[in-house]
């Protein structure tokens, strides 16, 4: 048996909108049924919202500092670094402290 991916289902249909509920009539569902479906919308939302202040920051810096492209990306190249840097650092540190207190 063949289940259908999220991928074969961007192809056909065009968009993710039948995948979210294509993966929850799965037999083990990769969302974990629907009691954590309201997580997953709100770390959506929130995904959406930090991509837009980075878009419309862009746009501001660039616009009213009169940045070039280039010193727009070479100033948020640190931002960019911490991003990437913080979740590779936070899981040993989650390890030898643990969440509980």
């Not at 074969?8 to 569902?29: E, K, M, Q």
């Amino acid at each position: 048996m063949r289940l259908c991916t999220v991928e074969d289902d961007v192809l056909l249909h065009g968009s993710t909108d039948g995948a979210i509920t294509g993966l929850l009539r799965l037999p083990d569902p990769l969302l974990a049924g629907r009691a954590k479906l309201g997580n997953y919308f709100a770390i959506v939302l929130f995904s959406m919202a930090m991509e837009g202040i980075a878009f419309f920051l862009t746009l501001f810096v660039q616009r009213s500092w009169h940045y070039s492209t280039m010193h727009t990306v070479l100033a948020f190249l640190p931002m960019t670094a911490l991003l990437v840097a913080c979740p590779r650092a936070s899981d040993p540190l989650q390890r030898r402290f643990g969440t509980a207190r």
